[in-house]
């Protein structure tokens, strides 16, 4: 087995190790705060994280994303002017929570967001000083290091928000374990590489690679976060936080398969794309279509059970106030299926800097969200929401699959056979559950129509 192919194997791993037990114990946690907590408390907490997610995506540079693919990645004076970047834009997120905490709080005419986005908003600036370490190892694809320091930060962080929802059921239990959680991360990254040190340094050089770099990362970004993240925003002001606390909880079921295989593409495969741009064009199409198959066969076993038989998840374990997650669940995991097949051989493009196709993508995608959201609610309420929120990949995927072809790395031959194959499974399973007295998944929306 070649040395990049047992580090691919290992980061594989890793990554699935990882963040299959943070989902596991995500999920259970999550559970267990849903009977402390109110769902408007969980709506309350998803509108604070969309606006933080706001201001990040806002201010990224590509800064982790550089180091991985860089020639000077792991340059010392290269990484401290990252480092550096990474606390001017932490400060940066803070003060522009504090600037807009005001007209948020009158926006959704809740006084709560006018003193919880301020204090919340600290999560980023402490990350601003978190070690390049975790950089380097991801570059590295060494995430054995980084899998355990997730894992117990999360789950210490996760500890201390359910001691203090079960004392005091209010929105600081999430509050506080969120901020706990960014200072052990911060903490915990110096200790991760022996006699690995940052300070502060300016090398123009770098700094003009990297906000070279960042152009298109920005305007991506910046659309990014209309594409995946303006649903909580207009869903919060269209209907209400309650109803925003239901849709989140579906959303972390629909979107677990998703995030896998973006979790995958991140740490793994870009720095394995990255190390094989010397291939000829074909001979590195041909390795990502035999390596991709298994991949998508992989991530299929995890989409089809939540379509098929996802609301039965919702009601075994969530309460009556959940109940119309149930409908939501199956319609949002059937929606992501797209964005599965684009995350997979994207990063060839980000490893080729050829992130323009994707800022094209993005920009379309927002457009989606931004318009066809209200249009779906205008028409057919909350159900026509929720489908558009389900569609809104398939701008991005056709721009990237483009972007593929031009650059001759296409996969749509394979993309249209997988689709078949996971489409023909979900009919086969949701007729037998049909013919079996057990209805359709959707049912329950219907019900909640009436």
């Known amino acids: 087995m070649s040395s990049l192919k047992k580090l691919a194997l290992l980061g594989s791993l890793w990554t699935l190790l990882g963040y299959?037990?943070?989902?596991?114990?995500?999920?259970?946690?999550?559970?267990?705060?849903?009977?402390?907590?109110?769902?408007?408390?969980?709506?309350?907490?998803?509108?604070l994280m969309t606006l933080i997610v706001a201001l990040n995506f806002l201010s990224d540079v590509g800064l982790a994303p550089i180091v991985v693919q860089h020639?000077?990645?792991?340059?010392?004076?290269?990484?401290?002017?990252?480092?550096?970047?990474?606390?001017?834009?932490?400060?940066?997120?803070?003060?522009?929570?504090?600037l807009i905490s005001w007209p948020i709080a009158q926006l959704y005419n809740d006084e709560r967001l006018l003193w919880l986005m301020p204090i919340?908003?600290?999560?980023?600036?402490?990350?601003?000083?978190?070690?390049?370490?975790?950089?380097?190892?991801?570059?590295?694809?060494?995430?054995?290091?980084?899998?355990?320091?997730?894992?117990?930060?999360?789950?210490?962080?996760?500890?201390?928000?359910?001691i203090w929802a079960f004392l005091h059921p209010t929105i600081w239990a999430l509050v506080v374990g969120n901020l706990i959680s960014a200072t052990l991360t911060m903490?915990?990254?110096?200790?991760?590489?022996?006699?690995y040190f940052n300070r502060f340094a300016w090398e123009q050089t770098a700094a003009r690679d990297i906000l070279s770099f960042g152009k298109w990362i920005f305007i991506s970004t910046a659309f990014y976060f209309l594409a995946t993240q303006s649903d909580r925003l207009i869903l919060a002001k269209l209907t209400s936080f309650e109803i925003l606390g239901i849709y989140t909880i579906a959303c972390t079921l629909a979107l677990f398969p998703q995030s896998v295989i973006g979790m995958l593409s991140s740490k793994v495969l870009l720095p394995v794309f990255s190390q094989l741009m010397d291939l000829p064009r074909e001979s590195l199409r041909l390795k990502m279509l035999k390596n991709r198959r298994l991949l998508l066969l992989g991530i299929s076993c995890l989409i089809i059970p939540l379509v098929c038989f996802g609301d039965w998840l919702i009601l075994f374990m969530y309460d009556a106030r959940y109940k119309q997650a149930a409908w939501m669940l199956p319609i949002l995991a059937l929606g992501i299926w797209p964005n599965v097949l684009l995350e997979t051989n994207r990063q060839a493009l980000t490893a080729l800097g050829k992130l323009n196709y994707q800022a094209y993508g993005q920009i379309l995608k927002s457009i989606h969200m931004c318009l066809g959201l209200l249009l779906g609610f205008y028409l057919f309420g909350l159900p026509g929401l929720i489908i558009m929120v389900a569609l809104n990949d398939l701008e991005l995927y056709a721009i990237i699959s483009y972007g593929l072809w031009r650059e001759k790395l296409s996969c749509f031959q394979q993309d249209i056979l997988m689709t078949i194959l996971i489409l023909s499974a979900i009919i086969l399973t949701l007729t037998v559950r049909k013919l079996a007295g057990y209805g359709l998944p959707i049912d329950l929306m219907f019900e909640s129509a009436h």
């Not at 020639?71 to 504090?98: A, E, H, S």
């Not at 908003?121 to 402490?126: A, G, Q």
């Not at 894992?151 to 996760?158: E, I, K, P």
């Open 120 to 162: 919340f908003s600290l999560t980023s600036l402490i990350s601003g000083f978190n070690s390049t370490s975790l950089l380097t190892l991801n570059r590295q694809v060494a995430l054995k290091k980084i899998t355990i320091l997730d894992l117990g930060v999360q789950s210490f962080s996760l500890s201390i928000m359910l």
């Open 71 to 98: 020639k000077r990645g792991d340059d010392p004076i290269f990484l401290n002017t990252v480092w550096t970047l990474q606390i001017i834009r932490g400060f940066f997120i803070w003060f522009g929570c504090l």
């Open 187 to 195: 903490i915990l990254s110096y200790r991760l590489i022996p006699n």
């Open 20 to 47: 299959g037990s943070s989902q596991f114990i995500r999920l259970g946690g999550n559970v267990i705060l849903t009977r402390l907590l109110a769902p408007e408390l969980f709506g309350l907490m998803a509108t």
